[in-house]
């Protein structure tokens, strides 16, 4: 064999290597990531020490390796002592197989507060590095606005693109649909909203066309995105996920004939590929949507009524009673209902505790002299 012949096979090795893991979602910032903090491994071990978190299960963790040999379909179980990881990471396995040794940087997380009923402020991040959050909501039942809002937070709040999608849209007429589209359009704040059955099918391209990022210079669908799905029990999440990945993987289930709530059928988010590239994560319904620290997802959730305090003549305007308050004004217009101004003023409230909370238990943490950070 020439020279030529044997450079061709090691790159092939490499480009199918690649293109294995850039079909993970494996891109520039992670390579540059690895490279500066020195975490090299080589081509082979790529195949079964990189990869990606998809589902967690008490102190276990699968993640699907980029590999050379096994394809996409390399699987690792290993524990978790020690590393705090999220569906969609990316980590680097110890040699021997057995642990994460290394979770790589988060392009975005949807992290919510863990337990809202306790004093403790602790964090649970329930998918990593994803490009869209789906707020889903069944249009079956009558929009509830105030969750919606605190729904979009949580979403802007990862720093994805949060869309909002009605759900069983089979269940309704157009006379409904145009009444859903009137109740929530003071809710959006500029994010896209889209209707889908996942009976039916209807809508779903609308969906799958954030599965993807659309090269039109090449005119060919490139770097897989991953997109992760948010929503009350018995929305359709699941549904819909089997619906756009064409395989019933995910567990669903009926919603209570009564008020039409799930049953909590989804208990562990869970990576989904699709078919022809991208990836889903089912996240179990959500009961209560609790805010962790702000990333900008209040102002983003309501960027109509932030951009009227710029107009506001105090600076620190609390948009109550103030004299030439922008926000009131435009309360007595119609423009901004009292609901939602009243939604927003709580969620400020809540992150203000919530910070208050998390500086008490950080400090406290100090004093004990603990260098590792704690479980959150
Ligand atoms: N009519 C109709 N029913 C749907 C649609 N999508 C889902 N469903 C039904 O809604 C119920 C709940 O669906 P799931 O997919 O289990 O809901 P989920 O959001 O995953 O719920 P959790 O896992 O509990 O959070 C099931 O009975 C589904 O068959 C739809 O588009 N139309
Ligand atoms: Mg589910
Ligand atoms: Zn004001």
Same mark, same amino acid.
């Given at each position: =064999?020439?020279?030529?012949?044997?450079?061709?096979?090691?790159?092939?090795? #490499? /480009?199918?290597?690649?293109?294995?893991?850039?079909?993970?979602?494996?891109?520039?910032?992670?390579?540059?990531?690895?490279?500066?903090?020195?975490?090299?491994?080589?081509?082979?071990?790529?195949? +079964?020490?990189?990869? +990606?978190?998809?589902?967690?299960? /008490?102190?276990?963790?699968?993640?699907?390796?980029?590999? %050379?040999?096994?394809?996409?379909?390399?699987?690792?179980?290993?524990?978790?002592?020690?590393?705090? %990881?999220?569906?969609?990471?990316?980590?680097?396995?110890?040699?021997?197989?057995?642990?994460?040794?290394?979770?790589?940087?988060?392009?975005?997380?949807? #992290?919510?507060?863990?337990?809202?009923?306790?004093? +403790?402020?602790? !964090?649970?991040?329930?998918?990593?590095?994803?490009?869209?959050?789906?707020?889903?909501?069944?249009?079956?039942?009558?929009?509830?606005?105030?969750?919606?809002?605190?729904?979009?937070?949580?979403?802007?709040?990862?720093?994805?693109? &949060?869309?909002?999608?009605?759900?069983?849209?089979?269940?309704?007429?157009?006379?409904?649909?145009? $009444?859903?589209? +009137?109740?929530?359009?003071?809710?959006?704040?500029?994010?896209?909203?889209?209707?889908?059955?996942?009976?039916?099918?209807?809508?779903?391209?609308?969906?799958?066309?954030?599965?993807?990022?659309?090269?039109?210079?090449? *005119?060919?669908?490139?770097?897989?995105?991953?997109?992760?799905?948010?929503?009350? !029990?018995?929305?359709?999440?699941?549904?819909?996920?089997?619906?756009? !990945?064409?395989?019933?993987?995910?567990?669903?289930?009926?919603?209570?004939?009564?008020?039409?709530?799930?049953?909590?059928?989804?208990?562990?988010?869970?990576?989904?590929? $699709?078919?022809?590239?991208?990836?889903?994560?089912?996240?179990?319904? $959500?009961?209560?949507? *609790?805010?962790? =620290?702000?990333?900008?997802?209040?102002?983003?959730?309501? !960027?109509?009524?932030?951009?009227?305090?710029?107009?506001?003549?105090?600076?620190?305007?609390?948009?109550?009673?103030? &004299?030439?308050?922008?926000?009131?004004?435009?309360?007595?217009?119609?423009?901004?209902?009292?609901? /939602?101004?009243?939604?927003?003023?709580?969620?400020?409230?809540?992150?203000?505790?919530?910070?208050?909370?998390?500086? %008490?238990?950080?400090?406290?943490?100090?004093?004990?002299?603990?260098?590792?950070?704690?479980?959150?």
């Amino acid at each position: =064999m020439t020279n030529d012949a044997h450079e061709g096979l090691a790159n092939a090795t #490499t /480009r199918d290597d690649a293109a294995h893991a850039l079909a993970l979602g494996w891109n520039e910032r992670l390579a540059t990531e690895l490279i500066e903090k020195k975490y090299y491994i080589t081509s082979l071990q790529h195949s +079964r020490r990189l990869g +990606r978190v998809s589902r967690i299960d /008490r102190g276990w963790s699968t993640i699907l390796t980029s590999g %050379v040999h096994d394809a996409i379909d390399g699987v690792e179980r290993v524990r978790n002592i020690g590393a705090e %990881v999220a569906v969609g990471d990316w980590v680097i396995i110890s040699d021997d197989l057995e642990k994460i040794d290394h979770v790589l940087s988060r392009s975005s997380a949807l #992290t919510r507060r863990a337990s809202s009923d306790t004093v +403790r402020a602790e !964090s649970h991040t329930v998918a990593a590095n994803i490009d869209t959050v789906l707020v889903v909501q069944a249009a079956t039942q009558d929009p509830n606005l105030r969750r919606i809002e605190r729904e979009l937070v949580l979403a802007f709040d990862s720093g994805a693109q &949060p869309v909002l999608v009605f759900n069983k849209i089979d269940e309704m007429d157009a006379d409904g649909l145009s $009444l859903m589209v +009137r109740r929530v359009e003071p809710v959006l704040a500029g994010v896209p909203l889209l209707f889908a059955s996942a009976k039916t099918g209807a809508g779903l391209d609308g969906l799958r066309a954030y599965t993807y990022i659309y090269d039109s210079a090449k *005119s060919v669908a490139s770097a897989p995105q991953t997109i992760a799905l948010l929503g009350a !029990s018995g929305v359709g999440k699941s549904t819909l996920i089997n619906a756009l !990945s064409g395989h019933d993987g995910q567990a669903t289930g009926a919603v209570r004939e009564g008020d039409q709530r799930g049953r909590h059928t989804t208990t562990a988010a869970e990576l989904v590929r $699709l078919v022809n590239g991208g990836w889903l994560i089912d996240t179990p319904g $959500l009961r209560a949507v *609790s805010l962790w =620290m702000s990333n900008h997802g209040i102002e983003l959730a309501f !960027s109509d009524i932030f951009t009227l305090t710029e107009s506001c003549k105090f600076r620190d305007c609390k948009h109550e009673d103030e &004299p030439s308050c922008a926000v009131q004004a435009a309360v007595e217009r119609g423009d901004v209902s009292l609901e /939602r101004l009243a939604n927003m003023k709580m969620l400020v409230a809540e992150e203000l505790e919530l910070e208050e909370q998390k500086a %008490v238990h950080d400090r406290a943490y100090d004093r004990k002299g603990a260098r590792k950070k704690p479980k959150n």
